[in-house]
């Protein structure tokens, strides 16, 4: 079975600032994905980085990256250059296999808050 | 850009009718999954659905819940006799195809509330 464990219930961090969300995992599986989305108060999840375990580079997409540790398991997520508007829920999910019909299994979430 | 859409956004119900959610996913994708979260704690999947059949299917979706494609385009939620526990978002999700990466959309939601 998969788990995805994020310790940090929430977080504050000064806009313009890089801020990290921790998430570890634990799987049995070789081959696996792992994704970070983002709930913004108004509800809706939005997908926002993939890392597949078999990636060698650390995944990035515009102001966010994942740093990938396998060894340590562990996808933490790094926002750049934080904007008021990144403020919201952020939940680490990971699927058992990079493809194939699995459902995603998510973490408790962080509530992030950028402060002006 | 493409979207998957549910609707209602919110729904209110009293205990014990039927009530149906419906989604319509981004139209070339082909696996379809609903999730649910009640308040204030994690994402829990419930089903997922591929080439009209269910694929795989949680603890949670127990025999007052179904699935249906009845159309080309829409995906649903059925539950049959409501629960004030089943009072929850349920997010309606899809993605492309089993080879590309299992990267799932995700729709806004519909807020279930039982009284």
């Known amino acids: 079975a998969q788990k995805i464990t994020q310790t940090q219930p929430g977080m504050f961090v000064q806009e313009k600032e890089a801020v990290t969300l921790d998430c570890t995992y634990d799987t049995s599986d070789q081959s696996y994905g792992l994704f970070w989305y983002k709930q913004p108060s108004s509800g809706e999840m939005i997908f926002l980085i993939y890392?597949?375990?078999?990636?060698?580079q650390n995944a990035t997409e515009g102001r966010y990256s994942l740093n990938f540790q396998k060894a340590r398991k562990s996808a933490n997520l790094v926002i750049s250059a934080s904007q008021l508007g990144d403020s919201a829920m952020y939940f680490c999910?990971?699927?058992?296999?990079?493809?194939?019909?699995?459902?995603?299994?998510f973490g408790k979430g962080t509530r992030l808050s950028v402060i002006a | 850009e493409p979207e998957v859409t549910q609707t209602p956004s919110h729904q209110v119900t009293q205990m014990g009718q039927e009530v149906i959610l419906r989604c319509v996913p981004i139209?070339?994708?082909?696996?379809f999954y609903w999730y649910r979260q009640i308040l204030g704690q994690k994402v829990e999947f419930l089903v997922s659905?591929?080439?009209?059949?269910?694929?795989?299917k949680s603890e949670i979706f127990d025999d007052q819940f179904s699935v249906e494609r009845p159309d080309g385009s829409n995906f649903t939620l059925k539950i049959r006799s409501t629960k004030l526990e089943d009072s929850a978002m349920y997010f309606c999700?899809?993605?492309?195809?089993?080879?590309?990466?299992?990267?799932?959309?995700f729709g806004a939601g519909t807020r279930l509330s039982v009284l």
């Open positions: 890392q597949g375990s078999y990636d060698e």
């Open positions: 139209s070339n994708h082909l696996y």
């Open positions: 999700a899809s993605r492309i195809d089993g080879k590309a990466k299992n990267i799932q959309y």
């Open positions: 999910a990971m699927s058992a296999r990079n493809s194939g019909n699995t459902p995603l299994v």
């Open positions: 659905f591929y080439n009209n059949e269910i694929s795989e």
